[in-house]
């Protein structure tokens, strides 16, 4: 492939690897300068570029080699250049070079090929015009450190099933850094397990150009821990399958290390020329056998078992190994199939599980990979950053992108989409439209092995090998991933791994594609040594890269189908849980034919209704969820508008949604908390939720943002109640108790938490910067004049720690909620997360103004005030000139929970599933408000228990965690009250990420005032009015 100004042109196929060829002569030339001077490289170089010329002009631009795979493995940086240092290119004879001399040039070879990923990894298209050079970027520049996990003790002898289940999904004991567990004292040799994509090849290209290439004192590499022990240690890198194929003989009866040091001598030779090999060779073995090294033996999965060559190699590293002195280390790679089968273990050597990347891994790599790319693309450090910055974005706004970000090969797949295009694909189903194009790709390039003399040989491309085009390939997986995933849907146990797919399954579905003298091991060659859209998963048996392709490929082939929208349908109606990944995948790939075959597809799981919540049942519950997780996908809401049919289909979204949300028994919380989500992004309709305008129209002036918080009011009537909890309850802590009876005038309380959207006007309309809404000590936290008090925690290495998580909030993170940004905490519906108790106060000030400027203009506000009262939402008047909004007090907030009778819980005195988003719903995080109606309070108030803690404005008190300063029985007038001091302030109500235990009417919490977190929120109070 060329580039002239940004057009693209196709070379063949043999052009192309005599191209790739001279530029890896000319790339590795450098690599000799040191040694032989300038006078023989810049001979060779001048005879290279004309050869070079010769095959194609490019006009001036940038030739790019993007149909020749000089990569070969699973992940980035597996660059494959080859120096080739013959004597037609140098004209010097090696005898006269010191074998140090030959030593340095070898690992400068080792190095070059280990050091670059090639930038074929990001399209050509969007490198930029007139570089002379394809664009590449430093291995060490993007490499984040993995982590692995050992097998669980006493259990390393288990079954093959054991390997080729939990071992090869990570699980085991703790993560541990894979550097650091090859360089544990008491272990030296290591086998590697890891499935295609998960970073083996990447560690050993890394830990080779680490060494290789090592160049500080006594030979320290500054890309390795200064003090581990694999700094200087002379590193030895063989491919396994190469090595077999030049260096097994076939009829070999059992294995030796003289076929490893044969493998050893051919790969100097390939690289150095036979007499430079002749020369180097028996000095490096020397030394490797006196002072020991670090052998890395990369592939063991992809050598051939046939006659026994497995087993022979096994045999042949063990003898090797047992030949290396005591400092050396090995390490083999595998994938965990192949080391699954006890008779090909390898006695005496610790089995490590390489874990997917952490949320940690993931942010590095992004980080990495765009100081990387960014000189590459032609972007300075700030435009590099800020497209690190929306790939991070783009990942927390898509929760099903974190497990496919957990797999190196995966993420990198992702980076490079996002890389190209400068955000991944909108719609899902073109995210992983293009990411299987990006891994058929794969299987289409050539790509360089040795042959069985250490010769170079290039083996085609996947289409190319079988004679047929790209389309019916895809034809062929796409049958064969609906044929899993409706298998794998009918078995007993659903994991999510994708399905195992047999040798013959493969075989049948590519059969129609194949001529009839075609070997078929051919094909299965391919999907045992690349990673692709298929890899192996054993002998035998393969599988998709991830179950999210699966199922997108699942999705294809019922949208190829003559009634698309029938045959998704059928299949969600009957298994909603197994097809709805399915059905969301297949709208969106029927999106890309036109807006409208989606549209037809969606509505036809939304039929007219529900009049009332009771019309529904769960099957027509889920459909109206997944009609409306639909809607969004194809960013629907937005393209609605000005389109009446369009807009109907929404709002009867809409009203399905809202109609869940009172159905008490409908559905799972986790699928009520989904259904939550939908509703907020598609603009939850309901009163107490969200904002009204209290001012026509314009009247406030064109940017101006003036909106009032829909507040739904519950009226907690004047007279006593049970507060605190009595003697004899054993769960109760000390300090709630004696229970005793508290008098308290009528109050009103808002119906649910505060939510995002309510916040937003006080953000947007400057609360954050009127220093009238906050008390003293507010306002110095607002402008980071205070420092948190911390004397109440008498735990010295507690307190650092909490010291330094509150820094992580500095004065230019005040002007807004921690959490404010955040795709998912900061939905609209969900109740505001991450402010601490003196941003709850001054939010109260701020609607107690807000309220009285509009008082003359309720009446023209949609419902007026709304209060819910006895069962039902009424409106009326109120007199809000002697209305003031302030956070309940801690008996308020316990009265309007309870009510009069000291309930334990809001809805009685037993724990009941289902009706509070607390650790036991198993949700996870924050919830739309109000969607648990069976967890109402006497009063009808909801999310009293669970979803977030809630600030009252009551004093704990400052002497202590656990002994308060303001005891029961509860006192109004012993200064509990007052607003100022840093005193701990109580919060109330247990949360998404607490138990039953704290949950209970009674139980109390205090946190310093200055503490947020995304579990912790309030809600308003307002007293006295009378409606």
């Known amino acids: 492939m060329s580039q002239h100004t940004g057009s693209h042109v196709s070379l063949p196929p043999a052009i192309q690897e005599q191209i790739a060829e001279l530029r890896r002569k000319l790339t590795n030339l450098e690599s000799l300068r040191d040694v032989l001077g300038d006078e023989a490289p810049e001979r060779a170089r001048a005879e290279l570029e004309s050869r070079l010329q010769a ?131 008491e272990a030296r040799r290591f086998v590697l397990l890891g499935d295609a994509g998960s970073g083996k090849t990447t560690f050993v290209y890394y830990l080779t150009y680490a060494l290789a290439a090592a160049d500080g004192p006594d030979g320290a590499s500054p890309w390795l821990p200064p003090d581990s022990p694999l700094q200087g240690m002379l590193p030895l890198r063989l491919v396994l399958r190469e090595a077999a194929a030049c260096c097994l003989p076939a009829d070999a009866a059992e294995g030796r290390a003289g076929m490893l040091w044969q493998a050893v001598e051919r790969d100097l030779a390939a690289r150095l020329g036979e007499k430079a090999a002749e020369a180097l060779f028996p000095h490096l073995q020397r030394r490797l056998l006196s002072e020991g090294g670090l052998v890395l033996l990369d592939g063991l999965d992809e050598v051939p078992q046939a006659r026994r060559r497995r087993q022979v190699l096994l045999e042949a590293v063990a003898d090797l190994t047992a030949g290396l002195p005591a400092p050396s280390r090995v ?48 972007w300075d450090e700030r435009t590099a950053q800020a497209r690190g910055d929306r790939l991070r974005e783009a990942l927390a706004e898509r929760p099903y992108l974190a497990d496919l970000a957990g797999r190196p090969l995966l993420l990198t797949l992702m980076a490079t989409l996002h890389t190209s295009w400068g955000e991944l694909p909108e719609d899902r189903a073109d995210l ?129 189908r003559p009634d698309t929208a029938r045959e998704l349908r059928k299949r969600v109606w009957e ?62 809401p937005e393209k609605a508008a000005g389109e009446p049919l369009f807009e109907t289909i929404v709002e009867r979204a809409r009203r399905w949604l809202v109609a869940l949300t009172k ?89 649910y938490p505060i939510t995002n959207a309510q916040y937003r006007p006080f953000v947007e309309g400057g609360g954050y910067e009127e220093a009238r809404y906050w008390t003293p000590e507010g306002w110095a936290w607002r402008t980071g004049r205070r420092e948190p008090d911390l004397s109440p925690l008498d735990d010295e290495d507690w307190k650092r720690r909490y010291a330094e998580w509150l820094a992580g909030r500095p004065v230019e993170k005040r002007g807004r909620p921690f959490w404010w940004e955040h795709p998912r905490w900061g939905l609209p519906n969900r109740p505001v997360v991450g402010v601490c108790w003196y941003e709850a106060l001054a939010y109260c000030r701020w609607l107690g103004e807000r309220m009285q400027e509009a008082r003359g203009r309720m009446q023209e506000a949609r419902g007026r005030m709304q209060v ?7 409106t009326g008047h109120l007199p809000l000139e002697t209305f003031r909004v302030r956070l309940p007090t801690e008996a308020e907030w316990e009265k309007a929970a309870r009510g009069t009778g000291g309930r334990r819980w809001p809805w009685g005195d037993e724990w009941a599933g289902g009706r509070a988003n607390t650790e036991e719903a198993g949700i996870g995080e924050t919830c739309a408000v109000g969607l648990f109606p069976a967890g109402a309070s006497p009063y009808g108030a909801l999310d009293l228990a669970g979803n977030v803690w809630e600030w009252t404005a009551t004093r704990w008190g400052r002497r202590s965690l656990y002994r308060p300063d303001y005891g029961y029985p509860y006192d109004p007038d012993d200064s509990r009250e007052d607003l100022s001091g840093p005193d701990l302030r109580l919060v109330r109500g247990g949360s998404w990420l607490s138990n039953q235990e704290s949950a209970r009417c009674a139980f109390r919490l205090r946190f310093i005032p200055d503490h947020f977190y995304n579990s912790v929120g309030f809600r308003v109070c307002g007293v006295p009015g009378v409606f």
């Open 55 to 185: 095959l194609v002009q490019t006009g001036g631009g940038a030739f790019l080699a993007g149909n020749v795979e000089v990569r070969r493995g699973d992940f980035v940086g597996r660059d494959k250049w080859r120096v080739w240092v013959d004597q037609l290119y140098l004209g010097h004879s090696p005898d006269r070079v010191p074998p140090t001399a030959l030593l340095q040039a070898y690992y400068r070879s080792l190095a070059a090929e280990c050091s670059r990923l090639p930038l074929g990894v990001v399209d050509p298209r969007f490198l930029p015009t007139g570089t002379e050079e394809p664009g590449a970027v430093a291995l060490s520049g993007v490499y984040v450190d993995l982590e692995v996990q050992a097998p669980p003790r006493g259990e390393e002898d288990e079954s093959r099933a054991f390997l080729m289940g939990r071992l090869g999904r990570g699980a085991g004991g703790e993560r541990t850094p894979l550097l650091q567990a090859i360089a544990h004292p």
């Open 331 to 378: 390490v083999v790679t595998a994938r965990p199939y192949a080391y699954a089968d006890p008779h090909w273990r390898l006695s005496g050597f610790e089995t490590l599980i390489l874990a997917p990347f952490d949320d940690d891994q993931v942010e590095r790599f992004i980080a990495r990979w765009y100081r990387a790319v960014g000189p590459v693309m032609g």
């Open 432 to 560: 992983y439209e293009e990411t299987v194009k990006l891994l058929l790709s794969r299987w289409q390039r050539a790509r360089e092995v040795r042959g069985p003399e250490g010769e170079t040989v290039t083996e085609p491309g996947i289409a190319r090998a079988l004679s047929v085009g790209e389309e019916r390939i895809r034809v062929a997986l796409h049958q064969l991933a609906f044929q899993a995933h409706q298998r794998q849907g009918q078995g007993a146990e659903r994991e999510k791994a994708p399905a195992d797919i047999s040798q013959g399954e493969v075989l049948a579905a590519f059969a129609p594609l194949l001529p009839a003298d075609f070997n078929p091991q051919v094909l299965l060659d391919y999907l045992e040594t690349r990673a692709g859209l298929l890899v192996g998963r054993a002998p035998g048996v393969y599988a998709f890269p991830h179950r999210s392709f699966q199922e997108y490929l699942a999705a294809c082939y019922l949208a190829d």
């Open 575 to 636: 298994d909603a849980d197994w097809w709805r990944e399915v059905y969301l995948l297949g709208v969106g790939r029927a999106r890309q034919g036109g807006l409208g075959n989606a549209v037809h597809i969606v509505n036809t799981l939304l039929p007219q209704g529900p009049q009332e919540e009771a019309e529904g049942d769960e099957t027509r519950w889920r459909m109206a969820l997944l009609a409306g997780q639909a809607l969004l996908d194809l960013h629907f």
């Open 663 to 751: 159905a008490a028994e409908a559905l799972s919380p986790r699928e009520r908390a989904a259904a939550g989500d939908v509703l907020g992004r598609l603009d939850d309709p309901r009163p107490g939720v969200g904002t009204i305008s209290p001012s026509p129209a314009g009247e406030e002036g064109p940017g101006v943002r003036r909106e009032l918080p829909d507040i739904v009011w519950v009226e907690a009537p004047a007279g006593p109640f049970l507060m605190g909890s009595p003697d004899d309850d054993r769960e109760a802590d000390d300090h709630e108790k004696p229970q005793h009876r508290v008098d308290l005038p009528v109050f009103f309380i808002s119906r």
């Open 868 to 874: 819910w009262r006895d069962g039902q939402l009424v």
